[in-house]
């Protein structure tokens, strides 16, 4: 069981190996690697992997449901029949029939569009790169969400942007705050490349664009000429009804969207895409050439296959029965368990409950004590270019059982009571660690 | 039968279908983006891809020796046995039996390293991406071999360096001339972050490094505190005797060295390697985070267990056999069909011969006239990033048979005869098209 020695952990930055030793290639490096740098809370998310802990912290899907023997017959008949071209180099845009199944995918979100303009790429990761790769230089201004998914804010990072942060409400994206932040960044005299959007079921917030909202906020950007990165991995996974109508449905030139496959069906294929207006998929699929000649051309058959061969949609349906009957333990258990000033938002889809903590309660900070309980979550700094976000926290509700979440929850209500006992006590906020980058580096956590 | 039509596609570059359209997203686009074209030549190579056609110009390795059976088993296992991991997000850094199992397949050229330094790569042409992501700043200098390989050449451009070339001669990269580019670079103020080598079965020359020379070239980038990245995808598939010691095997912190299984099991997993100093593959996982979250799982996986299933080694030894036959039978036929004043490198491994041409050919030029005859290259202009290499071409071996290979070669002597008449009757240099990107984006075609 973890001991106290977790706490010193992130309360005072610990040298971690090797990393530590004098990196004696420093002067080396280019500009944009400066910013590439460890969480200091890597190390305690290592300890979060121990199965004792409840991790409400990471974002990977739960594809034990997946029907393995399909996958497998599918794998074999693609190997006998395609095997030398499933194992051979392919176009840097992708696989046709692949790219032609994805208009099929999007159509559920009435997007129409033609195969020629969707550009294969190495998860929706990669598709947030190559886009950030063609568009933007450094200083270049990105409008994100606050908060907004910490993979992108990544990117973001890596290509030396300024991310702007635009505020959120329980209907998503705020359209007088879009309207707002536009002014301010033009007064400043830099230049914004894009908006940034989840609008389904938001990485971290757990919230969605509103309907009302989306013409609005297409406007919005019409009107300050802006492109439009509308990224959606969730989109299918809602719990109520039919699929929301994506951005791109209603706006083909200055909306680029991100699709993905690895919550439909698996991430360890890495497939995802970008459907773009026609000139830009063009330099699109020029960057993927530089980036990697093509993406997986064995991937993609399988993906390919996986579509045509199996009932995905109905695949899909249980996948969302299983996370809403997740969603409904978190907030179930956020309801008894959480103490009195709590707030979170209450997910129709998707994998996350963003959860807001009493005043003076730092995530950050509490984090060792909870991980010592057993719990683990991300702190809200995490998903925030700018420092804010620590009065806050990502529950996830993907991975763990319902068991493990209404457990997971309990400890965590008593670490936070415990917090603000120590603060009634003490008075004033906790110690935290240093300032810095406060999240992991990724959600595979 | 390809006609007289096929001459005007590059003699005269003509609107190619919607790509022509005026990009009204000119304007947004990244400084680094404006160099991302597509190579004028392009629609000229979707034409040598017809069946008629033998293409020496391709970069392709023959796959079809590769035992299915073995392949389709050893999935179907993977997939029983690992299928919700190997279809699972996983570390950024690779899978670590995989690169375990690369520690075994580098020591084969006298390389001992630790599973620990290796981060597995979206093949190695995303190596060559990420190591010049974090040490490269636009207007960095990179030195590259006279000629070099065409899909580093797109990367290097991608991230703004200036690639200054470097002489070879049959014996590789010349000394001397490295240490006056150095001079000549360091005189004119800019900093030069690396020297990018292919000393084994050079793509293009088809030439490899002395050994007398291998230590003498890592003086001179030690003397200049020059990192060295060795990209290394052929070494495993020399002709005669043991493979060449890598420059990695003697120089472990200067030395970032690269490696594929893209040509000694299978290209389409897209699966390669980078073995780095310590402190840089720690930047290099970073990087890899926020390019892609992770490579394929399952790629990795498949790599994985084919290399632990089956005699990797013994494919190799076949691999190394086919190429050696259709080697043998272009030198033969260069020998045959050129005509006087025109040479060409014997390699002694790898995929290429560089053939370079009487004076007063242009290969670009002549490059539509081939095609009529149903014979394709890369034309030598491809693999330097200074305008240079316009007598040469690159000559691939790999993927037709002897017999096409004998085919196309006499293809190509007629077409040069027919060249140096045009220039006997009319005198100078013949005319070429316009002046530009020279090559295919990479070598797929």
Redesign the interface.
Known sequence: MPGPSLVRVSSTPVPQG??T?L????D??????QG???SEIRALFSVASRPEVVSLAGG?PN??G?P?DV??QS??EL??QR??????????QGDPVLREQITEVMRLEGINAHPDDVCVT??S??AV?LVT?????PG?VVLCEAPSYV?AL??F??YQCDVVHVAMDDDGLVPEALRQAIAAVQASGRRI?FLYTIPNFHNPAGVSLAAARRAEILDICAEADL?VLEDNPYGLLGFEGEPYRALRADES?RVVYLGSF?KTF?????VGWVLA????R??LV??Q???????????QL?VSSYLADHDWKGQVKQFREMYRERRDAMLAALQDQMPPGTTWTRPAGGFYVWVTLPEGIDAKAMLPRAVTARVAYVPGTAFYADGFGSSCMRLSYCYPTPERITEGVRRLGGVIDAEMDLRRTFGGPLPRGERGYDGP????T
């Open positions: 090797r990393s030793r990196d004696s290639y420093v080396r490096y280019a500009a944009r690697t590439m740098t460890a990977m594809i034990t997946l393995l996958v497998s794998l074999t190997v006998a095997g030398t071209v499933a194992m051979q180099y392919a176009s840097a190495v998860g990761q990669q790169d790769r063609i568009f933007c230089d270049d993979g990544g990117v990072r890596a490349k492109l030139e690895s698996a991430p360890g294929f890495r207006p026609h000139a830009v063009e330099k020029l960057a050439e530089s980036a990697t000649l093509c993406p997986p051309t064995f991937s399988a580096q990724s959600d595979l």
